[in-house]
């Protein structure tokens, strides 16, 4: 999508501090954190939200890139959060598919 925000960087229109990425995944720190880790874990391909995947297996390849970023970063095995938002009420205000990786403090609950 032209006007994404995501699709620019993964594009390389748009520079982001990249931590990692393959062929189907990049993940990069977040420009606002809310955390002393915030790290957004996003496809290249757009999907615009959690609603849209069509390929169910991909979350399991998604998933398992956190886990690894959570190692690389040092977040595992002491703990951090994983966050989506999904849609205008759920908080998402990009509408690229994207998940939240916190750490390095104690998250507490409710989030807010």
């Not at 393959?22 to 955390?35: G, K, M, R, S």
């Not at 970063?73 to 951090?80: K, N, R, V």
Request: proline share 6%.
């Amino acid at each position: 999508m032209s006007d994404c925000i995501f699709c620019k960087i993964v594009q390389g229109d748009i520079p982001a501090e990249k931590v990692y990425e393959d062929e189907e995944f990049i993940v990069f720190a977040d420009a606002n954190p809310q955390a002393p880790i915030h790290h957004l874990v996003i496809p290249r391909d757009h999907i615009s939200d959690l609603m849209e995947v069509k390929d169910k297996e991909m979350l399991g390849r998604l998933f398992a890139v956190v886990q690894k970023v959570a190692w690389q970063e040092g977040l595992a095995p002491e703990g951090f959060r994983v966050v989506n938002n999904c849609g205008e009420k759920g908080g998402q205000t990009v509408e690229h598919l994207h998940f939240h990786l916190l750490g390095g403090r104690f998250m507490e609950w409710p989030p807010g």
